[in-house]
């Protein structure tokens, strides 16, 4: 498959825990810039499902712990960009939820070199034992149970991926607010090569 974008995100929860996809993040959003969307599930209304598809008619959904309206999603899938194998998952099925080893062993079944989860509302990206792990947070901010230290909310979040051959280039959009009210959408970049198992 050649280069293209790939928009990560999930736990949307639209209209059930937030009221929709943060303007600011929709205007970044246009039809024709993105190949593929990966959906890490709770995907819950029809109108995000055909926005995001007016965005790009390849979007690929896995079931969400609250896809109750589609129990046929699978709760996994893997793609191929590059030479990469990306499998994605929605996280309620790794356990204990988030953690690093369970996300390696289902890393590791999958036999992929990214894995992709959802669940947690929270943006993380790291690398171990050559595989790389991706949580795109929420795109919506919406809130979740047991995930966040008192006083602290969800920071809308969501992730594009740019592969060219063993390299994936990660784009972080975070939506930001200021003591004034004012947002912002603050943009990181994380690289990932895979690792050809030969050391020179």
């Known amino acids: 498959m050649s280069s293209r974008l790939v928009l990560v995100l999930g736990d949307l929860f639209i209209p059930d825990r937030a009221p929709g996809i943060p303007a600011k993040f929709k205007k970044l959003l246009a039809p024709g810039k993105i190949g593929q969307i990966l959906c890490l599930g709770n ?6 499902y055909d926005f995001l598809r007016s965005i790009a008619p390849d979007l690929q959904i896995v079931k969400g712990n609250f896809d109750v309206e589609a129990p046929n999603l699978a709760l996994s899938k893997i793609v191929t960009h590059g030479s990469l194998r990306i499998g994605f998952t929605h996280g309620h099925t790794i356990i204990p939820t988030g953690d690093s080893d369970s996300l390696l062993i289902a890393a590791r079944q999958m036999d992929v070199d990214v894995l992709l989860w959802g669940g947690t509302h929270k943006f993380e990206a790291y690398e171990i034992e ?8 929420s795109a919506t901010g919406a809130m979740s149970t047991g995930w966040w230290a008192e006083g602290e909310e969800p920071t809308p979040s969501f992730c594009l991926m740019d592969v060219q051959g063993d390299v994936l280039v990660l784009y972080v959009y975070q939506l930001r607010v200021d003591a004034n009210g004012v947002e912002t959408v603050g943009v990181e970049k994380v690289s990932f090569r895979k690792h050809s198992g030969v050391s020179t």
């Open 43 to 48: 995907l819950t209304d029809k109108e995000t």
């Open 130 to 137: 050559g595989k790389f792990f991706i949580n795109p947070g």
